[in-house]
Protein backbone atom coordinates (compact mmCIF):
# COMPACT_ATOMS: atom_id res chain seq x y z
CA UNK A 1 0.00 0.00 0.00
CA UNK A 2 1.26 3.59 -1.22
CA UNK A 3 2.20 5.01 2.43
CA UNK A 4 0.85 8.24 0.65
CA UNK A 5 -2.57 7.16 -0.16
CA UNK A 6 -4.31 8.06 3.22
CA UNK A 7 -2.45 11.65 2.84
CA UNK A 8 -4.57 14.63 1.42
CA UNK A 9 -3.70 16.60 -1.90
CA UNK A 10 -1.75 19.90 -1.86
CA UNK A 11 -5.22 21.63 -2.39
CA UNK A 12 -7.40 19.79 -0.08
CA UNK A 13 -4.62 20.59 2.86
CA UNK A 14 -5.02 24.07 2.13
CA UNK A 15 -9.35 23.84 2.02
CA UNK A 16 -8.80 22.19 5.15
CA UNK A 17 -7.37 24.90 7.30
CA UNK A 18 -9.01 27.15 5.53
CA UNK A 19 -12.07 25.76 6.83
CA UNK A 20 -10.40 25.11 10.50
CA UNK A 21 -9.75 28.64 10.85
CA UNK A 22 -13.40 29.74 10.00
CA UNK A 23 -14.45 27.27 12.36
CA UNK A 24 -12.28 28.76 14.96
CA UNK A 25 -12.95 32.29 14.02
CA UNK A 26 -16.92 31.38 14.33
CA UNK A 27 -16.64 29.61 17.13
CA UNK A 28 -15.56 33.08 19.23
CA UNK A 29 -18.17 34.55 17.65
CA UNK A 30 -20.82 31.63 18.84
CA UNK A 31 -18.98 31.87 22.55
CA UNK A 32 -19.71 35.82 22.69
CA UNK A 33 -23.47 34.59 21.65
CA UNK A 34 -23.59 32.15 24.22
CA UNK A 35 -22.24 34.54 27.00
CA UNK A 36 -24.01 37.66 25.92
CA UNK A 37 -26.78 35.19 25.79
CA UNK A 38 -27.80 36.26 21.99
CA UNK A 39 -28.84 32.80 20.87
CA UNK A 40 -31.80 33.42 23.45
CA UNK A 41 -32.62 37.15 22.23
CA UNK A 42 -32.94 36.21 18.93
CA UNK A 43 -34.89 32.97 19.32
CA UNK A 44 -37.06 35.13 21.28
CA UNK A 45 -37.91 37.71 18.86
CA UNK A 46 -38.43 34.44 16.30
CA UNK A 47 -41.00 33.00 18.64
CA UNK A 48 -42.62 36.42 18.63
CA UNK A 49 -42.80 37.08 15.01
CA UNK A 50 -45.27 35.99 12.70
CA UNK A 51 -43.06 34.82 9.83
CA UNK A 52 -40.44 33.65 12.62
CA UNK A 53 -37.80 36.08 11.46
CA UNK A 54 -35.89 38.61 13.55
CA UNK A 55 -34.19 42.19 11.78
CA UNK A 56 -31.02 43.34 13.57
CA UNK A 57 -32.77 46.26 15.40
CA UNK A 58 -35.39 43.49 17.22
CA UNK A 59 -32.20 41.33 18.06
CA UNK A 60 -30.33 43.96 19.75
CA UNK A 61 -33.15 45.58 21.25
CA UNK A 62 -33.62 42.67 23.07
CA UNK A 63 -30.11 41.40 24.14
CA UNK A 64 -29.60 45.16 24.99
CA UNK A 65 -26.89 45.12 23.04
CA UNK A 66 -25.32 47.85 19.99
CA UNK A 67 -26.72 47.18 16.65
CA UNK A 68 -23.92 47.09 14.20
CA UNK A 69 -22.20 44.83 16.76
CA UNK A 70 -25.39 42.49 16.56
CA UNK A 71 -25.08 42.86 12.92
CA UNK A 72 -21.86 41.50 12.39
CA UNK A 73 -22.52 38.99 14.66
CA UNK A 74 -25.47 37.91 13.30
CA UNK A 75 -23.88 37.96 9.75
CA UNK A 76 -21.38 35.55 10.81
CA UNK A 77 -23.58 33.47 12.34
CA UNK A 78 -25.78 32.71 9.01
CA UNK A 79 -22.39 32.73 6.94
CA UNK A 80 -21.73 29.92 8.95
CA UNK A 81 -25.01 27.94 8.28
CA UNK A 82 -26.24 28.18 11.99
CA UNK A 83 -29.16 30.62 11.15
CA UNK A 84 -30.99 31.66 8.02
CA UNK A 85 -30.87 35.10 6.23
CA UNK A 86 -33.41 36.31 3.33
CA UNK A 87 -32.19 37.54 -0.14
CA UNK A 88 -32.74 40.90 1.77
CA UNK A 89 -29.52 40.43 4.10
CA UNK A 90 -31.81 42.49 6.21
CA UNK A 91 -34.04 39.16 7.69
CA UNK A 92 -32.66 36.37 9.84
CA UNK A 93 -34.42 33.21 11.15
CA UNK A 94 -33.80 30.23 13.76
CA UNK A 95 -35.66 26.99 12.59
CA UNK A 96 -38.46 26.32 15.15
CA UNK A 97 -36.67 22.93 15.31
CA UNK A 98 -33.97 24.31 16.20
CA UNK A 99 -34.45 26.08 18.67
CA UNK A 100 -34.17 23.48 21.56
CA UNK A 101 -30.59 23.06 20.45
CA UNK A 102 -29.53 26.56 21.19
CA UNK A 103 -31.64 27.86 24.34
CA UNK A 104 -33.31 24.18 25.58
CA UNK A 105 -36.74 23.82 25.49
CA UNK A 106 -39.23 22.13 28.18
CA UNK A 107 -37.29 19.04 30.10
CA UNK A 108 -34.19 19.74 27.77
CA UNK A 109 -30.90 21.46 28.10
CA UNK A 110 -29.04 23.32 25.25
CA UNK A 111 -26.41 21.06 23.10
CA UNK A 112 -23.56 20.72 25.80
CA UNK A 113 -21.30 21.21 22.93
CA UNK A 114 -22.29 25.13 23.40
CA UNK A 115 -20.33 24.80 26.52
CA UNK A 116 -17.58 22.90 25.17
CA UNK A 117 -17.11 26.50 22.58
CA UNK A 118 -17.84 28.43 25.80
CA UNK A 119 -14.09 27.53 26.63
CA UNK A 120 -12.60 29.05 24.11
CA UNK A 121 -12.07 32.56 25.64
CA UNK A 122 -10.78 30.93 28.99
CA UNK A 123 -8.47 29.79 26.64
CA UNK A 124 -7.18 32.62 24.84
CA UNK A 125 -6.64 34.16 27.64
CA UNK A 126 -4.01 31.63 28.69
CA UNK A 127 -2.06 31.33 25.50
CA UNK A 128 0.88 32.79 25.53
CA UNK A 129 1.16 31.00 29.29
CA UNK A 130 0.77 27.54 27.16
CA UNK A 131 3.00 28.64 24.47
CA UNK A 132 5.84 29.51 27.31
CA UNK A 133 4.95 26.23 28.68
CA UNK A 134 5.91 24.49 24.99
CA UNK A 135 9.27 25.68 24.82
CA UNK A 136 12.04 23.54 26.86
CA UNK A 137 13.07 26.44 28.42
CA UNK A 138 9.49 27.27 29.55
CA UNK A 139 7.89 26.80 32.58
CA UNK A 140 6.33 23.05 33.31
CA UNK A 141 3.09 24.16 32.86
CA UNK A 142 0.40 26.96 33.54
CA UNK A 143 -1.47 27.30 36.98
CA UNK A 144 -4.82 27.23 37.29
CA UNK A 145 -4.97 30.96 38.26
CA UNK A 146 -4.68 31.26 34.28
CA UNK A 147 -8.39 30.17 34.01
CA UNK A 148 -10.09 30.79 36.67
CA UNK A 149 -11.95 34.21 35.57
CA UNK A 150 -13.98 31.88 33.29
CA UNK A 151 -12.98 27.84 33.14
CA UNK A 152 -15.22 27.07 36.50
CA UNK A 153 -18.37 28.75 35.23
CA UNK A 154 -18.22 27.76 32.48
CA UNK A 155 -17.10 24.00 33.46
CA UNK A 156 -20.52 24.25 35.40
CA UNK A 157 -22.59 24.97 32.84
CA UNK A 158 -21.13 22.24 30.62
CA UNK A 159 -21.28 19.31 33.33
CA UNK A 160 -25.04 20.49 33.77
CA UNK A 161 -25.94 19.62 30.43
CA UNK A 162 -23.91 16.63 30.36
CA UNK A 163 -24.65 15.04 33.60
CA UNK A 164 -27.49 16.79 35.06
CA UNK A 165 -30.06 13.72 34.00
CA UNK A 166 -28.16 10.96 35.31
CA UNK A 167 -25.94 12.15 38.28
CA UNK A 168 -28.00 11.28 41.12
CA UNK A 169 -29.92 8.53 39.77
CA UNK A 170 -28.30 6.60 36.49
CA UNK A 171 -25.02 7.08 37.96
CA UNK A 172 -25.13 6.66 41.42
CA UNK A 173 -27.23 3.09 40.73
CA UNK A 174 -24.41 1.96 38.47
CA UNK A 175 -22.18 2.14 40.94
CA UNK A 176 -23.70 1.21 43.86
CA UNK A 177 -24.26 4.69 45.45
CA UNK A 178 -27.73 4.91 45.45
CA UNK A 179 -29.08 3.07 48.26
CA UNK A 180 -26.26 4.65 50.68
CA UNK A 181 -26.88 7.88 50.22
CA UNK A 182 -30.34 7.91 50.47
CA UNK A 183 -29.62 6.34 53.63
CA UNK A 184 -27.40 9.00 54.66
CA UNK A 185 -23.45 8.58 54.69
CA UNK A 186 -20.40 11.05 54.46
CA UNK A 187 -19.66 11.52 51.16
CA UNK A 188 -16.09 13.71 49.36
CA UNK A 189 -16.02 15.56 46.34
CA UNK A 190 -12.30 16.34 45.24
CA UNK A 191 -11.95 18.69 43.08
CA UNK A 192 -15.33 19.76 43.15
CA UNK A 193 -14.92 23.17 40.98
CA UNK A 194 -17.78 25.68 40.93
CA UNK A 195 -19.94 23.19 42.87
CA UNK A 196 -22.78 21.72 40.04
CA UNK A 197 -22.22 18.15 41.49
CA UNK A 198 -22.00 18.39 45.11
CA UNK A 199 -25.08 20.77 44.97
CA UNK A 200 -27.16 18.55 42.91
CA UNK A 201 -26.27 15.51 45.24
CA UNK A 202 -26.88 17.45 48.34
CA UNK A 203 -30.28 18.35 47.15
CA UNK A 204 -31.35 15.12 45.89
CA UNK A 205 -29.41 13.51 49.16
CA UNK A 206 -30.54 15.81 51.96
CA UNK A 207 -29.51 12.37 54.64
CA UNK A 208 -26.22 12.52 53.29
CA UNK A 209 -23.04 14.98 54.45
CA UNK A 210 -20.87 16.62 51.37
CA UNK A 211 -17.71 18.05 51.56
CA UNK A 212 -16.34 19.57 48.68
CA UNK A 213 -12.85 20.60 48.18
CA UNK A 214 -10.78 22.37 45.17
CA UNK A 215 -7.52 24.03 45.19
CA UNK A 216 -8.63 27.10 43.54
CA UNK A 217 -10.12 29.90 46.30
CA UNK A 218 -12.68 31.33 43.49
CA UNK A 219 -13.78 28.41 42.53
CA UNK A 220 -14.89 27.52 46.60
CA UNK A 221 -16.26 31.04 46.41
CA UNK A 222 -18.46 30.23 43.41
CA UNK A 223 -19.78 26.72 44.91
CA UNK A 224 -20.11 27.93 48.73
CA UNK A 225 -22.66 30.47 46.79
CA UNK A 226 -24.55 27.62 45.07
CA UNK A 227 -24.48 25.83 47.96
CA UNK A 228 -26.18 28.43 50.45
CA UNK A 229 -28.64 27.26 52.95
CA UNK A 230 -28.08 23.67 52.45
CA UNK A 231 -26.67 22.47 56.13
CA UNK A 232 -25.31 19.31 54.26
CA UNK A 233 -22.59 21.03 52.50
CA UNK A 234 -19.14 22.02 53.28
CA UNK A 235 -16.82 23.47 51.18
CA UNK A 236 -12.83 24.08 51.42
CA UNK A 237 -9.93 25.21 49.22
CA UNK A 238 -7.26 22.63 49.57
CA UNK A 239 -5.13 20.14 47.57
CA UNK A 240 -6.49 16.75 47.20
CA UNK A 241 -3.33 15.51 47.73
CA UNK A 242 -2.46 16.55 51.46
CA UNK A 243 -6.16 15.98 53.02
CA UNK A 244 -7.30 16.95 56.55
CA UNK A 245 -5.44 14.63 58.92
CA UNK A 246 -8.46 14.30 60.81
CA UNK A 247 -10.07 12.49 57.74
CA UNK A 248 -8.88 9.18 58.18
CA UNK A 249 -11.39 6.80 57.74
CA UNK A 250 -13.99 9.12 58.02
CA UNK A 251 -15.90 8.70 54.49
CA UNK A 252 -18.16 6.52 53.09
CA UNK A 253 -17.79 7.57 49.28
CA UNK A 254 -15.55 9.45 47.30
CA UNK A 255 -15.42 11.19 43.72
CA UNK A 256 -13.62 12.86 41.52
CA UNK A 257 -15.67 14.19 38.90
CA UNK A 258 -13.94 15.61 35.52
CA UNK A 259 -10.86 16.46 37.72
CA UNK A 260 -8.28 13.55 37.68
CA UNK A 261 -6.42 14.19 34.86
CA UNK A 262 -6.39 17.86 35.39
CA UNK A 263 -4.54 16.83 38.54
CA UNK A 264 -0.70 17.47 38.71
CA UNK A 265 -0.38 14.08 40.96
CA UNK A 266 -3.66 12.23 41.01
CA UNK A 267 -1.53 9.14 42.38
CA UNK A 268 -1.07 11.28 45.65
CA UNK A 269 -4.69 12.18 45.45
CA UNK A 270 -5.68 8.50 45.15
CA UNK A 271 -3.18 7.71 48.00
CA UNK A 272 -5.28 9.81 50.33
CA UNK A 273 -8.69 8.90 48.89
CA UNK A 274 -7.60 5.29 50.60
CA UNK A 275 -6.47 6.65 54.13
CA UNK A 276 -9.73 8.70 54.42
CA UNK A 277 -12.55 6.08 53.16
CA UNK A 278 -13.56 3.85 55.86
CA UNK A 279 -12.99 0.00 55.34
CA UNK A 280 -15.26 -1.26 52.63
CA UNK A 281 -16.07 2.53 51.30
CA UNK A 282 -16.66 3.15 47.55
CA UNK A 283 -14.47 5.48 45.19
CA UNK A 284 -15.90 6.17 42.03
CA UNK A 285 -14.22 8.56 39.45
CA UNK A 286 -15.21 10.13 36.29
CA UNK A 287 -13.35 10.76 33.57
CA UNK A 288 -14.10 12.46 30.15
CA UNK A 289 -13.05 11.98 27.16
CA UNK A 290 -13.21 8.58 27.34
CA UNK A 291 -9.65 8.30 25.75
CA UNK A 292 -7.76 5.20 24.63
CA UNK A 293 -4.53 6.61 25.39
CA UNK A 294 -3.59 6.22 21.46
CA UNK A 295 -4.07 8.59 19.01
CA UNK A 296 -4.51 6.23 15.90
CA UNK A 297 -7.18 4.34 18.07
CA UNK A 298 -9.06 7.85 19.59
CA UNK A 299 -9.20 9.04 16.04
CA UNK A 300 -11.00 5.88 14.78
CA UNK A 301 -13.58 5.50 17.59
CA UNK A 302 -14.36 9.35 17.60
CA UNK A 303 -13.90 10.25 13.97
CA UNK A 304 -11.56 13.36 13.27
CA UNK A 305 -13.32 16.43 14.26
CA UNK A 306 -14.68 14.83 17.90
CA UNK A 307 -10.80 13.20 18.44
CA UNK A 308 -9.18 16.94 17.60
CA UNK A 309 -11.64 18.68 19.73
CA UNK A 310 -10.62 16.56 22.92
CA UNK A 311 -6.66 16.71 22.32
CA UNK A 312 -7.09 20.55 21.40
CA UNK A 313 -8.73 21.33 24.57
CA UNK A 314 -6.06 19.01 26.61
CA UNK A 315 -3.25 21.05 24.72
CA UNK A 316 -4.81 24.32 25.80
CA UNK A 317 -5.98 23.31 29.38
CA UNK A 318 -5.73 19.68 31.20
CA UNK A 319 -2.41 19.45 29.86
CA UNK A 320 -0.63 22.81 31.23
CA UNK A 321 -3.31 22.89 34.15
CA UNK A 322 -1.72 19.07 35.06
CA UNK A 323 1.97 19.84 34.75
CA UNK A 324 2.66 23.06 36.49
CA UNK A 325 4.59 21.61 39.17
CA UNK A 326 7.58 19.71 38.94
CA UNK A 327 7.46 16.08 38.90
CA UNK A 328 3.57 15.88 37.72
CA UNK A 329 2.37 12.91 35.81
CA UNK A 330 1.57 14.74 32.78
CA UNK A 331 -1.72 13.26 32.06
CA UNK A 332 -3.92 15.38 29.70
CA UNK A 333 -7.51 14.57 29.26
CA UNK A 334 -6.95 11.22 26.65
CA UNK A 335 -5.14 9.32 29.60
CA UNK A 336 -7.09 5.89 28.77
CA UNK A 337 -7.95 3.16 30.61
CA UNK A 338 -4.56 1.62 31.19
CA UNK A 339 -3.51 4.94 32.80
CA UNK A 340 -6.65 5.29 34.97
CA UNK A 341 -6.20 1.55 36.14
CA UNK A 342 -2.75 1.99 37.06
CA UNK A 343 -3.24 5.20 38.95
CA UNK A 344 -5.98 3.18 41.25
CA UNK A 345 -3.25 0.13 42.16
CA UNK A 346 -0.72 2.81 42.14
CA UNK A 347 -3.07 4.13 45.12
CA UNK A 348 -3.56 1.11 46.65
CA UNK A 349 -6.70 -0.28 45.92
CA UNK A 350 -6.66 -4.14 44.49
CA UNK A 351 -7.18 -5.05 40.88
CA UNK A 352 -9.63 -7.23 41.25
CA UNK A 353 -11.57 -4.22 43.03
CA UNK A 354 -10.99 -1.97 40.16
CA UNK A 355 -13.95 -1.85 37.46
CA UNK A 356 -13.96 0.52 34.21
CA UNK A 357 -17.39 1.50 32.83
CA UNK A 358 -18.35 2.91 29.66
CA UNK A 359 -22.53 3.66 30.59
CA UNK A 360 -24.28 4.35 27.28
CA UNK A 361 -26.57 7.12 29.32
CA UNK A 362 -22.74 9.37 29.56
CA UNK A 363 -21.75 9.41 26.54
CA UNK A 364 -17.85 9.96 26.03
CA UNK A 365 -17.44 9.41 29.74
CA UNK A 366 -15.67 6.50 31.11
CA UNK A 367 -16.31 5.20 34.93
CA UNK A 368 -13.70 4.08 37.30
CA UNK A 369 -15.41 2.45 40.93
CA UNK A 370 -12.94 1.02 43.25
CA UNK A 371 -13.42 -0.58 46.86
CA UNK A 372 -11.38 -0.15 49.77
Not at 69 to 98: K, T
Not at 270 to 286: A, C, D, H, T, Y
Not at 335 to 358: N, P, S
Request: net charge negative; proline share 5%; aromatic share 8%.
Amino acid sequence: MNKRASLKSEQELRDQILSIASVGQVAMAMALGVELKLFEAMATVCKASPKHSATVAEVAAQAACKERYIYEWMAAMACGNLIDVDPSGQHFSMRPEHIPVWIGGEGQLPEHSLHVIDFLPGFGGAFNQVKEAFRLDGPPGVPYSAYEDTFYTVMAAWSRTIHDGELCSGYMELIGALELLQKGVNVLEAGCGAGFHIEKMARTFPNSHFTGIDLTQSAINTAITRCEGLPNVKLICGNASHLDKKWTEHFDVVFFIDSCHDMCRPDLAINEVQRVLKPGGLFSMIEWPNGDGNVYEDRKKYGSAVAALFYAASAMHCLPVGSHVEGALQLGNMMGHGRGRKLLEMGGFAKDKIEVLEPPFMPYNCIYTARK
